[in-house]
Nanobody, 124 residues
Framework: QVQLVESGGGLVQTGGSLRVSCAVS????????MAWFRQAPGKERDCVAR????????YYADSVKGRFTISRDIAKNTLYLQMNSLKPEDTAVYYC?????????????????WGQGTQVTVSS
C-alpha cells in the first residue's frame, strides 16, 4: 500500500507562485511513477505533470508547460509541484497520484493511489 498526503495549497494572486508537496509513505517510493492531477468544479480530473521512476522523464500538459515544474526527493519520500506565473484558470483541487508501473500514464485510470487533494485558488 502507498499513502499520499498533499500540502501547500492556498490562495495566491495572478502571477504569483506556489509549491505543493506530496508526502509518500508505505511501499518504496522510487518504484512508482508519480503525477499531479487537478480538478476544477464541473470538470474532469486532468494530469498536469508526471515524473518517471528515475526522475529523468517528465511530462507536462500544454496548459502548464514552462510555468510548472514537477520534481521528487526520494530521500525525503516527497513529490513537489512548483507553480509559477499562476493564472485564475489554474484554480482547482490538486491531487498527487502514484502508479506501480512505467509509461506515459497521463490518464486518471492509470493510477492506483491518490491523495486527498489540496485546494489552489488564484485570484484575478
Amino acid at each position: 500500500q502507498v499513502q499520499l498526503v498533499e500540502s501547500g495549497g492556498g490562495l495566491v494572486q495572478t502571477g504569483g507562485s506556489l509549491r505543493v508537496s506530496c508526502a509518500v509513505s508505505g511501499r518504496t517510493f522510487s518504484f512508482y511513477t508519480m503525477a499531479w492531477f487537478r480538478q476544477a468544479p464541473g470538470k474532469e480530473r486532468d494530469c498536469v505533470a508526471r515524473i518517471s521512476w528515475g526522475g529523468g522523464n517528465t511530462y507536462y500538459a500544454d496548459s502548464v508547460k514552462g510555468r510548472f515544474t514537477i520534481s521528487r526527493d526520494i530521500a525525503k519520500n516527497t513529490l513537489y509541484l512548483q507553480m509559477n506565473s499562476l493564472k485564475p484558470e489554474d484554480t482547482a483541487v490538486y491531487y498527487c497520484a502514484a502508479a506501480p508501473r512505467a509509461g506515459l500514464l497521463t490518464v486518471r485510470g492509470s493510477y492506483d493511489y491518490w491523495g486527498q487533494g489540496t485546494q489552489v485558488t488564484v485570484s484575478s
